[in-house]
């Protein structure tokens, strides 16, 4: 998938096919990371800080990011995510998290008909 931000950047995710394993645990572990579940927990116990869900979409970022073209049509080739943390225009970067979000959102969905296909 590519988008083209407000002020121009195209950027290029990595689809749900083309995360491997490993992509997905360390989007899952950034996601966990801080969080304390007892056995017996019912779901309303389970707290959900801001660091979670921001260090979840920093870390899925950094995963799904494929490439990027600045306005002038120069490629990126440094850091990804450095670069998109980089940009003045905050929608451009509202446009990329829109992306993160919505993979983060497909990947639960796929989970949970997985999961309900497992016996």
């Known amino acids: 998938m590519t988008i083209t931000t407000p002020s121009g950047y195209q950027v290029t995710f990595k689809g749900q096919d083309e995360l491997t394993y490993g992509d997905r ?6 996601m966990m990371s801080g969080m304390s579940i007892k056995a017996g ?24 990011l494929k490439s990027i073209i600045r306005p002038d049509g120069t490629q990126v080739s440094g850091n990804l ?13 509202d446009a990329v998290f829109e992306v993160v979000n919505k993979s983060l959102n497909e990947g639960d969905e796929k989970k949970e008909l997985s999961s309900q296909s497992v016996a």
């Open 25 to 30: 645990r360390a989007i899952q572990r950034a």
């Open 41 to 64: 927990a019912k779901q309303e116990d389970i707290a959900i800080t801001g660091d979670m869900v921001f260090s979840g979409q920093d870390e899925a970022l950094k995963v799904i």
């Open 81 to 93: 995510y450095d670069e998109v943390m980089s940009w003045k225009n905050q929608k451009d970067g």
